[in-house]
Every structure is written in structure tokens, then in C-alpha cells.
């Protein structure tokens, strides 16, 4: 059974870091892409970043560009999203996902629970 | 980036009732659209991909069709547990944009 874990989320000063993690088991996780997808309280599904599953080509949205960085361990099978000069707008929880295939071109089919973030002062 | 629309924005409907739910993109994804289900504090579910292809463990009354810039989830048979929120996305390119999403409720 597919499972993704993750973890680090908390209350964070505007301007500060946070690193979320994905922890995965379940399948190969070297085969897979993964992104990160985010939920604002009472709002909409905003994708965030995604990473091949060499790990040799990223992706982000234009709004945390530059501020967030994805990267994968796949000796510990585990997904992370390094988070600075966090801002209100960043306030939400963020979901792990695991793609059908090695790209980020293809639908997500399992989704961890969640880690909420909130950046406030 | 790519643009969604979803419409309605919601609806309400009886179990036993078939629902439509349109998804319009910005641009022609060709068949790069899937459908997720949403409940209230859970994460989102995979029901369609490729525009067409069921997920593995969805319901057969769930179909999507479309490609282009125009796409359709179809529910035939309103079921108890269908009511929820659901979101288009399109992975024809990043950043891989969501439709703003569909509350189906209990009439």
C-alpha cells in the first residue's frame, strides 16, 4: 500500500524557513515523480513544485520561485520542500503527491495527509 | 499559465441524480486534464486521468470525456458519498494549474 507521510509543518515568523518532508512507502520510489500541492483554509488546490523522478529536473509556480526549493533523497525515500522568506500567502497546508510515471506531465495518485504551515507573527 | 474555469461553481442535487461538471482551459491540453474528488478535511482523490481513464478503485459511474480545451466529469448515478468538491487540473505544462473547483451538495 501506497503510503506518503509528511512532517515540519508549524507556526513560522513572516520571513522565515521551514523544511517539510515526505517520508514514502509502498512502491519504488525512485520511479516516480513527486510534487508538492497546497490548500489555503477554505480555498482552492494550488500546485507548488515537482521533481522528476531522476531527480534532475524541477519545477515550481511562479509564486514561490526562487524562495522554495523540492529535492529527493531516494536512499531514504523521502521527498522535501525547503521553504524561506516565508510570507502570509504561504499559509496552508501542503500536501505531498506521487505521480503516474517518472514526469510531472501526469495525474497525481496518492496523496499523504498533509502538514500544515502558518506563517503568521 | 494555463487558465481553468469550472462551472457550475456548485451545485446542489439528490442521490440518484446524474451530474455534469464542466472544466475549460486557457488553451488546448489535449488530453492532459484529470479530475480529483475533495471531502472536507481529507486529501484529494484521483478519479479521472487523461481526460478519460478511470482510476484503478473509482466507481464506474464516474466518466470524463474532452479534450482541447473542453472537458466534462460526469457522475450517472448520484451516490451518498459523491458529495464533495471537485477539481479539474491540467499537467499539459507548469505550473500544472487547477481548476478553482465544483461543491456538489445534498439537495
Known amino acids: 500500500e501506497v503510503q506518503l507521510l509528511e512532517s515540519g509543518g508549524g507556526l513560522v515568523q513572516p520571513g522565515g524557513s521551514l523544511r517539510l518532508s515526505c517520508a514514502a512507502s509502498g512502491f519504488s520510489f525512485g520511479t516516480y515523480a513527486l510534487s508538492w500541492v497546497r490548500q489555503a483554509p477554505g480555498k482552492g488546490l494550488e500546485w507548488v513544485s515537482g521533481?522528476?523522478?531522476?531527480?534532475?529536473?524541477?519545477y515550481y509556480a511562479d509564486s514561490v520561485k526562487g524562495r522554495f526549493t523540492i529535492s529527493r533523497d531516494d536512499s531514504k525515500n523521502t521527498l522535501f520542500l525547503q521553504m524561506s522568506s516565508l510570507r502570509g500567502g504561504d499559509s496552508a497546508v501542503y500536501y505531498c503527491a506521487k505521480a503516474k510515471g517518472g514526469n510531472v506531465f501526469l495525474a497525481a495518485d496518492n496523496w499523504g495527509l498533509g502538514t500544515l504551515v502558518t506563517v503568521s507573527s | 499559465d494555463i487558465q481553468m474555469t469550472q462551472s457550475p461553481s456548485s451545485l446542489s442535487a439528490f442521490v440518484g441524480d446524474r451530474v455534469t461538471i464542466t472544466c475549460r482551459t486557457s488553451?488546448?491540453?489535449?488530453?492532459?486534464l484529470n479530475w480529483y474528488q475533495q471531502k472536507p478535511g481529507k486529501a484529494p482523490r484521483l478519479l479521472i486521468y487523461?481526460?478519460?481513464s478511470l482510476q484503478r478503485g473509482v466507481p464506474s459511474r464516474f466518466s470524463g470525456s474532452g479534450s482541447g480545451t473542453d472537458f466534462t466529469l460526469t457522475i450517472s448515478t448520484l451516490q451518498p458519498e459523491d458529495f464533495a468538491t471537485y477539481y479539474c487540473q491540467q499537467s499539459y505544462r507548469t505550473p500544472l494549474t487547477f481548476g478553482p473547483g465544483t461543491k456538489v451538495d445534498v439537495k
Open positions: 488553451e488546448s491540453i489535449r488530453d492532459y
Open positions: 487523461g481526460a478519460s
Open positions: 521533481i522528476t523522478a531522476s531527480g534532475g529536473t524541477t
